[in-house]
């Protein structure tokens, strides 16, 4: 049953999200319209293209949507209503989500394409500049919740949000998120009119659905996590648990986007001097930070 | 409350189940029409002419020294786990021997820097 109300609100919000994003691009309204998009992929044909390494060209767009949804795993909707709740979920999410890397790499090697090879291995620098910015800003929460478990905590945070709490991390987390989810300004490894897309460039058919819907579940996975570490979960006033966590979790997705809309992609070159020369010092001072707060505020 | 091998085996097969799906997915579009084979349908995308084939090994990976440090940090992110866990339980004498630990660290980092590792190569 939780785990039927799980998916259900992942894949809701996945579809919210797409007619959000076609709203924001396009101006028009249209809630069928994503539905329909990847039922017409299913008609097309999905090429293979010639000497590729099918194992990695079969297995990407397949682990990308299961990692996404294992990380949604083990976030919890409302008390209670988690699929698992793991002693190390917050270690969880992070594993779950390196394998991003692995799965966008099998999708830039696997079809032997320049283009798409290029885009894979930007992903490892991608992934060498944020990874970081994730793992540090998530001690910190671990830090003062005393736990990994998701539900303690944003059981933490009832009195206080840890957006208030620790700002500095929220902001690290929220652009490493943007990162780890390859949006733009940080869509590298597709760069649509750079690397005529990219890992996807050689993706179609029900593949590129399957690889989209990923693309899509894993930026509502991110949302969620930055919900629950930060925003306080579940916590607010007047409405259902549940409800809040959609809120919360649909309004960072959205705002995730609108970052995307204004502004330009970075370089790779870029990306990874500030994440190393100004990301992690602030990080660590995060981190330190923190620890003060827990020592000096009881 | 499930067991920890609950839980686990809840998310094995959600694995599953998602593979299921999609195989199902690949299996319903298969149904519908086979691909059409056609000369030059299978050459990778590459701005109008036949890539140069092989392609793998051709590309060189600039931010090696990025990626030598990131071992180093990414080692220290297993110690940080589960000390932060029990960060407050311990209190100072945690954050000082964490500190001494990540000083030395980021002097490695600031090293680094100077010697020109935090740059494109």
Not at chain 1, 164 to 177: D, E, M, N, S, T
Not at chain 2, 41 to 61: C, E, F, I, N, Q
Request: hydrophobic share 60%.
């Amino acid at each position: 049953m939780t785990v039927a109300v799980v998916l259900v609100a992942l894949l809701g919000s996945a579809w919210l999200l797409a007619v959000i994003e076609a709203w924001l691009t396009t101006g028009r309204l249209r809630p069928v319209a994503p539905l329909l998009a990847g039922l017409s992929h299913l008609g097309r044909e999905s090429l293979l293209p010639r000497k590729p390494d099918r194992l990695f060209f079969e297995t990407a767009p397949v682990l990308l949507l299961v990692v996404a949804v294992l990380g949604a795993a083990v976030l919890p909707l409302a008390p209670g209503l988690v699929i698992a709740d793991l002693a190390t979920g917050a270690l969880f999410v992070n594993t779950a989500l390196a394998y991003v890397l692995v799965a966008l790499i099998m999708a830039g090697w696997g079809p032997n394409g320049a283009y798409a090879m290029i885009g894979g291995w930007r992903f490892l620098g991608q992934l060498i500049a944020y990874a970081m910015l994730i793992v540090m800003p998530i001690t910190a929460v671990a830090m003062r919740a005393e736990s990994l478990l998701t539900t303690t905590i944003v059981g933490s945070q009832e009195g206080l949000w840890n957006i208030v709490y620790q700002p500095l991390g929220f902001v690290l987390f929220f652009i490493a998120a943007m990162a780890l989810a390859f949006r733009a300004p940080f869509d590298l490894p597709t760069a649509a009119g750079e690397l005529a897309g990219g890992v996807d460039a050689e993706y179609t058919g029900v593949r590129l659905a399957v690889l989209r819907l990923a693309r899509l579940v894993l930026v509502v996975t991110l949302a969620a996590a930055t919900t629950v570490f930060y925003l306080g979960g579940w916590h607010g006033p007047l409405l259902p648990p549940w409800a809040w966590s959609l809120i919360k979790t649909l309004a960072v997705a959205v705002s995730m986007l609108l970052a995307g809309r204004y502004l330009p992609r970075i370089r790779e070159a870029d990306l990874m001097r500030w994440c190393w020369t100004l990301g992690i010092p602030l990080a660590l001072l995060n981190i330190f930070i923190v620890g003060l707060l827990i020592l000096v505020v009881p | 409350m499930m067991s920890v091998l609950e839980q686990y085996s809840l998310l094995l097969g959600l694995v599953i189940g998602i593979v299921g799906v999609v195989l199902s997915l690949y299996g319903l579009a298969r149904a519908m029409g086979p691909t059409c084979r056609e000369p030059g349908k299978d050459v990778p995308a590459s701005a109008g002419v036949l890539s140069r084939d092989p392609v793998w090994g051709r590309y060189h990976a600039r931010y090696y020294g990025y990626a030598l440090l990131f071992l180093a940090f990414d080692m220290e992110m297993a110690y940080m786990y589960p000390w932060a866990v029990v960060y407050k339980e311990i209190g100072l004498v945690a954050l000082l021997d964490m500190g001494v630990f990540l000083a030395i660290l980021f002097l490695g980092l600031l090293y680094g820097w100077s010697q020109g590792a935090l740059r494109r190569q």
